[in-house]
């Protein structure tokens, strides 16, 4: 099913938030136009002739007017707080992490096993906490300061590629887990699969596969898990 939806899976273009909030506040200019206009309107044509109103008045504007321009400047900052809100929340959701945090005060990435050894040597070794690195708002656990330190040297070239998701789901515009257990090391990259199923289906077409993926990844890296 996975190899049927990256073969004929479309790719949605996505609309920019700042494309979305601007037509919102369009919608709402022309709102305030259309209903403050009515409130200037002339009255009929009167024989009678009336004594003008006092210059002060003439600067206030209708009671009408001065409601309808508190209500949209609250709704603009209500919309303004939202999505100011949401932003941090779809920036975790670029990598792969554990529920909840470690003691770092981040949450825990690659299942807290030791990126160094598995990018190198291929072989999944338990890390430890009291090697922690972080990096980018996530803990990477390590076997040894040793594995630790050339980490942090250079976590670019050691940590997994799409924020350690599922190589072959990305390619399908999703964001599965990425299994350690189901890696592999192409050109010193580290990636990852989210079973063994799904790693001997991306064996048989590997470079495709990951080619899907990198043009893939920039569309798909700052949306939310629930939103793919």
């Given at each position: 099913m996975l190899q049927q939806e990256?073969?004929?899976?479309?790719?949605?273009?996505?609309?920019?938030?700042?494309v979305f909030c601007l037509l919102i506040f369009q919608v709402s200019l022309k709102f305030t136009v259309q209903e403050t206009s009515d409130v200037h309107?002339?009255?009929?044509?009167?024989?009678?002739?009336?004594?003008p109103s006092p210059p002060s008045l003439w600067l206030q504007p209708p009671k009408k007017e001065i409601e309808?321009?508190?209500?949209?400047t609250l709704s603009t900052m209500v919309m303004a707080a939202a999505i100011?809100?949401?932003?941090?929340?779809?920036?975790?959701?670029?990598?792969?992490?554990?529920?909840?945090?470690t003691t770092a005060g981040v949450p825990l990435g690659l299942h807290g096993v030791d990126a160094v050894a598995l990018t190198?040597?291929?072989?999944?070794?338990?890390?430890?906490?009291?090697?922690?690195?972080?990096?980018?708002?996530?803990?990477y656990y390590f076997a040894s300061e040793d594995s630790a330190n050339k980490f942090k040297a250079n976590p670019?070239?050691?940590?997994p590629q799409y924020g350690g998701f599922c190589a072959y789901a990305v390619a399908l515009g999703k964001k599965f887990d990425g299994d350690p257990q189901y890696a592999d090391i192409v050109d010193g990259k580290l990636y990852l699969f989210v079973n063994a199923e799904i790693f001997e289906k991306y064996?048989?077409?590997?470079?495709?596969i990951l080619a899907k993926a990198e043009r893939t990844w920039p569309r798909i890296?700052?949306?939310?898990?629930?939103d793919l």
């Open positions: 990256l073969l004929f899976s479309p790719e949605p273009e996505i609309v920019p938030a700042h309107r002339l009255p009929d044509a009167s024989p009678v002739r009336q004594a309808m321009s508190r209500t949209i100011a809100t949401a932003m941090p929340a779809a920036a975790e959701d670029e990598y792969n992490v554990s529920t909840g945090i190198t040597l291929n072989a999944v070794a338990e890390g430890d906490a009291q090697y922690t690195v972080v990096e980018d708002g996530v803990a670019a070239m050691y940590a064996k048989k077409d590997s470079k495709r890296e700052h949306k939310a898990v629930g």
